[in-house]
């Protein structure tokens, strides 16, 4: 039986970790935490924030997909959204999810994330 889904991994390109480093620490708030050895040597980096893991895999042929993506429980969207914004990102609105506020965004190599928070009734 499932319980949790453990991490999202996202693919990048290669050479593309400070760039990652700078979007998922530096505009999400995410603390990178280590890669097993056996791993870091595929080059890459895994970012957390509470129980949400992301990994970001270097993918040598590497195209972002248009529409899969994670999609990012937040807890006070309206300022985390300025925040995303401050720190140079883009923040796009979607109010097409009945009962949620939403935003979209996309890290620096072009992977969309999704960011959500139900809205309280």
């Known amino acids: 039986m499932l319980v949790a ?4 991994l996202l693919a990048a390109p290669p050479g ?4 990652l480093r700078r979007y998922y620490a530096g505009v999400l708030g995410m603390t990178e ?9 595929r080059g890459g980096c895994w970012f957390q924030a509470g129980a ?3 990994h970001l895999g270097i993918e040598a042929d590497f195209r972002p997909a248009k529409k899969a993506h994670p999609g990012l429980r937040v807890a006070g969207i309206e300022a985390y959204a ?3 914004e ?3 990102a883009q923040v796009v609105w979607d109010d ?6 939403r935003f979209y965004s996309e890290d620096p190599v072009g992977n969309r994330l ?3 928070e139900p809205i309280a009734r």
Request: net charge negative; hydrophobic share 45%; charged share 25%.
């Open 5 to 8: 889904v453990d991490h999202v």
């Open 16 to 19: 593309s970790e400070d760039e």
């Open 33 to 41: 935490i280590a890669k097993p050895p056996a791993l870091a040597a």
């Open 52 to 54: 949400v893991q992301l």
């Open 82 to 84: 300025a925040r995303v």
């Open 86 to 88: 401050e720190r140079g």
């Open 96 to 101: 097409g999810l009945p009962g949620h506020q």
């Open 114 to 116: 999704e960011f959500l």
